[in-house]
Nanobody
Framework: QVQLVESGGGLVQAGGSLRLSCAASGRTFGTGTMGWFRQAPGKEREFVAAISWSGGSTSYADSVKNRFIISKDYANNTVALQMSSLKPEDTAIYYC????????????????WGQGTQVTVSS
């Protein structure tokens, strides 16, 4: 099992930026993908971005493409999500997750989840 701990959420005005971080520990061997998902009140959890464990491949939801950047720090087994040009519709709880499948975008493939961090974008 992979343990995941997110940090970096908060309140920001529309147009602003936030950086989320996710520290992975435990049985990380065999992990194929690290991903970020989000869930807004009354909505289903949705895919945001993913990066292969090697860091060589990334994938983004259309709604965040060209605004969010996912990256991986090999030394610390940390995955970051740099969010820019934030919009009120980006408001949600953001979850970090780990999957064995390579570059998956499906929540059902992710077996390990963090506790979530709140991101609130005011208009």
């Amino acid at each position: 099992q992979v343990q995941l701990v997110e940090s970096g959420g908060g309140l920001v005005q529309a147009g602003g930026s936030l950086r989320l971080s996710c520290a992975a520990s435990g049985r990380t061997f065999g992990t194929g993908t690290m991903g970020w998902f989000r869930q807004a009140p009354g909505k289903e959890r949705e895919f945001v971005a993913a990066i292969s464990w090697s860091g060589g491949s990334t994938s983004y939801a259309d709604s965040v493409k060209n605004r969010f950047i996912i990256s991986k720090d090999y030394a610390n087994n940390t995955v970051a999500l740099q969010m820019s040009s934030l919009k009120p519709e980006d408001t949600a709880i953001y979850y970090c997750a780990a999957a064995r499948r390579f570059l998956s975008r499906e929540a059902s493939d992710f077996g390990s989840w963090g506790q979530g961090t709140q991101v609130t974008v005011s208009s």
